[in-house]
């Protein structure tokens, strides 16, 4: 494998994570702020 297609699936995946992780970050302040009011 070229390090071109390593570097291509590290930044793809790095960018998934992210957004699942702010995704989940978003559902947690959703709940904590619902159980507030």
Same mark, same amino acid.
């Given at each position: !494998?070229? /390090?071109? &297609?390593?570097?291509?699936?590290? +930044? #793809?995946?790095?960018?998934? %994570?992210?957004? %699942? &992780?702010?995704?989940?970050?978003? !559902?947690? #302040?959703? /709940? +904590? %702020?619902?159980?507030? /009011?």
């Amino acid at each position: !494998m070229d /390090k071109e &297609i390593l570097y291509y699936i590290i +930044i #793809f995946s790095g960018i998934i %994570l992210g957004g %699942l &992780i702010s995704v989940g970050v978003l !559902m947690i #302040f959703n /709940k +904590i %702020l619902g159980t507030n /009011k």
